[in-house]
């Protein structure tokens, strides 16, 4: 693995504690990364059968050899009927799929960076009708979508439920086996994971509905059933958020104390860091308190945490993905929330997006090379 390309003098105080704030190591588990300096997963929709091509790898690895110490890869369906509605979007299952992956993970080695992929099931998002598999129902812990609409699938069995754990499991033994460093387990946004999570979508009245701890079950279960798939020292961490894609406003804990309820059970389960997505870092999570939803992570858990949303930039990013720009946004605060340690690394979506160089333009001083957000950039892998 080759190294971090060394940083040139920083030209200004400011640029200089960037420098050094986010070029520090940090270890989750068995993993040390090189500084702090994740990125987001983003899907991009550019693997034709699910299988990430050249054009991917390079993609990953640009990013890599310019600083990038993590790269969590874009949301990959895990091996189950319902778990995708793309034949474009990756699949973490199938020898060619598991091939082009290993180069993917090779060339981010290659890079001096490491790399998880982010193992993903989406449930009652799911459309009838597309592929992979066509004919596969939407599925979920009631049938539920997220904007309340019933019927729109079926509520899972308890072997539906095995299947989707075994689905997880199998895709992280895959990972570690084809030279992945660790892996991300999918559950925000409102897809399926999040749909237990969340008391609007899981109506059950079994050992997986009910109050948070119950809600949390089927979490902890794929988490449990990931641990042991993998070596004891191989990182797995748990990517969770308050808001869902179509309700902005949703929470899964109005109180700390709620939301430790839901965190204890998957930290116990083997989670060893959790990815608090946030729409804007900067907004605190609880009154009474300026820490944002990965600094109560950290504080409830003790586990490290990873923070995201809209670094860098100031625009809304569903606005952005829409075809709006954004404008740079200072970092400042985003240094001394790290400095006082409210969360461990800093996951950059569009800002790495548009610009493979970010990192090493932070990591070098070079804050005043940095490029406001282009929608454009979605539509290449540049």
Do not use: C
Not at 8 to 16: F, I, L, Q, R, S
Not at 139 to 151: F, N
Not at 316 to 337: N, T, Y
């Amino acid at each position: 693995m080759t190294a971090t390309p060394a940083a040139t003098p920083a030209t200004t105080p400011a640029a200089a504690r960037a420098a050094e704030i986010l070029g520090r190591p940090v270890s989750l588990n068995g993993l040390t990364m090189p500084n702090r300096i994740a990125m987001a997963p983003m899907t991009r929709m550019f693997s034709p059968g699910g299988i990430p091509g050249e054009d991917v790898a390079s993609y990953y690895g640009r990013r890599a050899a310019a600083g990038v110490g993590l790269v969590v890869t874009e949301g990959t369906y895990v091996g189950h009927d319902s778990a995708g509605q793309s034949d474009r979007v990756p699949r973490f299952h199938g020898e060619e799929q598991l091939a082009g992956w290993a180069k993917v993970a090779e060339a981010v080695h290659a890079g001096g960076g490491t790399i998880m992929p982010q193992l993903w099931h989406i449930g009652m998002v799911r459309e009838q009708g597309r592929p992979p598999v066509a004919d596969a129902p939407a599925v979920g812990p009631s049938g539920v979508r997220t904007d309340g609409t019933e019927g729109a699938g079926k509520a899972m069995t308890q072997r539906d439920l095995d299947d989707v754990i075994g689905a997880f499991a199998e895709a992280a033994a895959a990972a570690e086996r084809i030279g992945f460093d660790g892996v991300e387990i999918h559950g925000a946004h409102g897809y399926l994971i999040d749909q237990f999570l969340w008391a609007g979508t899981n109506r059950r009245t079994d050992a997986y509905g009910g109050d948070p701890v119950a809600r949390t079950r089927f979490a902890a279960e794929i988490v449990a059933a990931v641990r042991q798939s993998v070596s004891p020292e191989f990182p797995v961490v748990f990517r969770y958020s308050q808001w869902k894609q179509d309700a902005y406003d949703a929470r899964l804990a109005e109180t700390p104390e709620e939301l430790e309820a839901i965190l204890a059970p998957l930290a116990a389960a083997g989670v060893d860091a959790f990815h608090a997505s946030t729409r804007r870092y900067w907004v605190p999570e609880f009154d009474g308190s300026d820490l944002n939803l990965a600094g109560w992570t950290k504080k409830l858990t003790g586990r490290p945490t990873i923070t995201v949303g809209s670094v860098g930039l100031d625009g809304e990013f569903f606005k952005a993905f829409q075809g709006e720009g954004s404008a740079l946004r200072s970092i400042d605060d985003l240094l001394d929330r790290l400095e006082r340690d409210e969360f461990d690394l800093v996951a950059v979506g569009r800002a790495l997006l548009q610009d493979p160089e970010w990192a090493a333009k932070v990591l070098a001083g070079r804050l005043d090379e940095l490029k406001p957000y282009d929608a454009a950039s979605l539509k290449t892998l540049s």
